[in-house]
C-alpha cells in the first residue's frame, strides 16, 4: 500500500510518499517534495492546487493521504491557508483522505519496533514531519 503523508505549514503542503510490502518500507523519488500556492483566496490557484496535487497522487499511485491534524484554536493553531489546503486535499473525488493527530503519530512513532533513521532517507529536514505521519500511520 502507498501511502502520502502530508504537513501543511503556512502556503505549502509538504509530503512525503512511502509504502510498505511485506514488511519492507519504500520511499520513492517524487518530482516535488511540496506544493505550494501564493494566493489562497484566488479561486482559480485553489483549483490548480488540487488538480496538481491529484495530479501527483495518480502519477505515483498513492491509495491514500494521511494530513498530519494541527490544532483549530490556541497558540499552536493551524493558519487558515493551512485549512483551506487542507480541505482542497480532502475534497478530491476518489482519494482516501484522513486526518491524523500528533498524539497518535507520537505514540505510534515510541511503540514502533522498527527503528528508522530520518537523516537515512534520502529525504529533505523539511519532510520530516510529513516522513513522521506516514511512518506513524504505518506504525499503528
Known amino acids: 500500500m502507498k501511502i502520502c503523508g502530508v504537513e501543511l505549514k503556512g502556503n505549502d503542503a509538504i ?4 509504502s510498505r510490502d511485506m514488511g519492507l518500507y519504500d520511499i520513492p523519488r517524487v518530482r516535488v517534495p511540496k506544493l505550494s500556492i501564493d494566493n489562497a483566496g484566488n479561486a482559480e490557484e485553489m483549483q490548480k492546487f488540487q488538480f496538481d ?14 494530513i498530519k491534524g494541527r490544532a483549530l484554536k490556541g497558540k499552536f493553531a493551524g ?8 480541505a482542497a486535499i480532502q475534497l478530491i473525488a476518489d482519494l482516501d483522505v484522513e ?24 529525504l529533505k529536514k523539511f519532510q520530516e514531519q510529513a516522513f513522521n505521519t506516514v511512518f506513524g500511520y504505518f506504525e499503528q
Open 15 to 18: 509530503i512525503c510518499v512511502m
Open 99 to 122: 486526518i491524523v493527530s500528533s498524539t497518535m503519530i507520537k505514540n505510534s512513532l515510541a511503540k514502533s519496533q522498527v527503528n528508522i533513521d530520518f537523516r537515512d532517507t534520502g
Open 53 to 66: 496535487f491529484a495530479k501527483l497522487m495518480a502519477d505515483y499511485q498513492v491509495e491514500k493521504v494521511v
Open 79 to 86: 493558519g487558515p491557508v493551512g485549512f483551506k489546503l487542507e
